[in-house]
């Protein structure tokens, strides 16, 4: 009889836990925003350390009803060419994805 009330008493447990875990409402979203333009996302040290020296930044905006923009950082030596694009586009809250 044991085992029975230890089966029973796990049920309501998990029960408990999967009725406690659903809520009617999904979170909302988190708030992302960006200071600057799309470079102030990348960190510029990670690149100097694979060049050997300080990128050329070339940052771009969007256009006006989004936040983010472009950012390109090149480095081109006797070593070889790199080319990192970084692209963020932050939709404002209330307004569908595209």
């Known amino acids: 009889m044991s085992a029975n009330r230890g089966r029973g008493a796990l049920l309501v447990v998990l029960a408990a836990v999967l009725v406690a875990g659903c809520s009617s409402e999904p979170e909302p979203p988190p708030t992302y925003r ?3 333009d799309a470079c102030g996302a990348v960190n510029p040290a990670e690149f100097a350390a694979l060049t050997r020296a300080a990128p050329a930044k070339k940052p ?3 256009v006006e009803s989004l936040v983010g ?3 390109a950082m090149e480095f081109d030596g006797a070593g070889g060419y790199v080319l990192l694009t970084t692209f963020i ?4 809250s209330g307004e569908a994805a595209a």
């Open 60 to 62: 771009s905006k969007l």
């Open 34 to 36: 960006l200071t600057g």
């Open 69 to 71: 923009g472009n950012c």
């Open 89 to 92: 586009a932050i939709h404002p």
